[in-house]
T-cell receptor, first 110, second 113 residues
Framework: ELKVEQNPLFLSMQEGKNYTIYCNYS?????LYWYRQDPGKSLESLFV?????AVKQEGRLMASLDTKARLSTLHITAAVHDLSATYFC??????????FGTGTSLTVIP | SAVISQKPSRDICQRGTSLTIQCQVD?????MFWYRQQPGQSLTLIAT?????????ESGFVIDKFPISRPNLTFSTLTVSNMSPEDSSIYLC??????????FGSGTRLTVV
């Protein structure tokens, strides 16, 4: 079974600071996804990364994928309170099944 | 992206009873997926549901406990049978969307008392 690990699990950061969330996975995959989940809500798609070296940016969030290292990063630039949420990466296997990371609970402190 | 209507959004059930969760998609999809998210945890895939065939269950999940129906390409149900407090979780359905990433239903928050 594909294993997906995220770190850190919990992240408390001040507004205006930068930080990176890491997602490591255990087997070959060219498809990685990032999601955001607000408390009590479903998952919102943030990024779809479909090839080695893919980089996507939306606002203060930037995601990248290194398939050789089996690593994706979600970089947060100049954090604001609205970014407080839980962030999940997910890796798709050849059977179109998703395996989710452990999640990173982000709290941005004013 | 596909739009999924999931219901009920929440329920409180007595132990030993069963609850059926429904997901309706606004377009035809080959595969639908069912996930469980226990409190404070990540999502765990329960099963993959293809139309016209039996669902494929992940390790630790069995058909007797989580029967799934997939009568057509836009609809699926998941039943949580003979519930116990350990089944208290959020249950989500999902469909594949290669452009937007997999799309999820709004979730069913189940509490078993």
């Amino acid at each position: 079974e594909l294993k997906v690990e995220q770190n850190p699990l919990f992240l408390s950061m001040q507004e205006g600071k930068n930080y990176t969330i890491y997602c490591n996975y255990s087997t070959t995959s060219d498809r990685l996804y990032w999601y955001r989940q607000d408390p009590g809500k479903s998952l919102e798609s943030l990024f779809v990364l479909l090839s080695n070296g893919a980089v996507k940016q939306e606002g203060r969030l930037m995601a990248s994928l290194d398939t050789k290292a089996r690593l994706s990063t979600l970089h947060i630039t100049a954090a604001v309170h609205d970014l407080s949420a839980t962030y999940f990466c997910a890796v798709e296997n050849t059977g179109n099944q998703f395996y989710f990371g452990t999640g990173t609970s982000l709290t941005v402190i004013p | 992206s596909a739009v999924i209507s999931q219901k009920p959004s929440r329920d409180i059930c007595q132990r030993g009873t069963s609850l059926t969760i429904q997901c309706q998609v606004d377009s035809q999809v080959t595969m639908m997926f069912w996930y469980r998210q226990q409190p404070g945890q990540s999502l765990t895939l329960i099963a993959t549901a293809n139309q016209g065939s039996e669902a494929t269950y992940e390790s630790g999940f069995v058909i007797d406990k989580f029967p799934i129906s997939r009568p057509n390409l836009t609809f699926s149900t998941l039943t949580v049978s003979n519930m116990s407090p350990e089944d208290s979780s959020i249950y989500l359905c999902s469909v594949a969307d290669r452009v937007y990433g997999y799309t999820f239903g709004s979730g069913t928050r189940l509490t078993v008392v």
